[in-house]
């Protein structure tokens, strides 16, 4: 089944940067993020296919701003934050997933795809 686990949250004032981790293990192929602040709904941040160079995919929110990255050596995933903003405050939780078909992607929309979940890591960017 695997496991993947979250790491590198904390706090930021805005315009900051965080690094996120991910490590996992397993048989996977595809990792992404998502967050939750209180009162609301998950929300895909972005997600990378892991082989090779990997397509990546990112929220309207996190374009230009973060970057998902992969090293492959070390089995995990980052999610690199720059330019903060007080509404990227959020539990950010990491996910991963195999997508077993040619036509599947690992857009973070898929949800199906992302069977192996974390406990979240603490994100708070103060004004």
């Known amino acids: 089944q695997g496991n993947v686990m979250e790491s590198g949250g904390g706090s930021a004032q805005a315009g900051g940067s965080l690094r996120l981790s991910c490590a996992e293990s397993?048989?996977?192929?595809?990792m992404g993020w998502w967050r939750q602040a209180p009162g609301k709904e998950l929300e895909g941040v972005a997600s990378?296919?892991?082989?090779?160079?990997?397509?990546?995919y990112y929220s309207e929110s996190a374009k230009g701003r973060f970057t998902i990255s992969r090293d492959n050596s070390k089995s995990t995933t980052f999610l690199r934050m720059d330019t903060l903003k007080p509404e990227d405050s959020a539990l950010y939780y990491c996910?991963?997933?195999?997508?077993?078909?040619?036509?599947?992607?690992?857009?973070?929309?898929?949800?199906?795809?992302?069977?192996?979940w974390g406990q979240g890591t603490q994100v708070t960017v103060s004004d």
């Open positions: 990378i296919f892991t082989p090779g160079g990997g397509d990546k």
């Open positions: 996910a991963a997933g195999l997508a077993k078909e040619y036509w599947m992607t690992c857009n973070y929309n898929n949800t199906s795809v992302f069977t192996t």
């Open positions: 397993g048989n996977f192929n595809c």
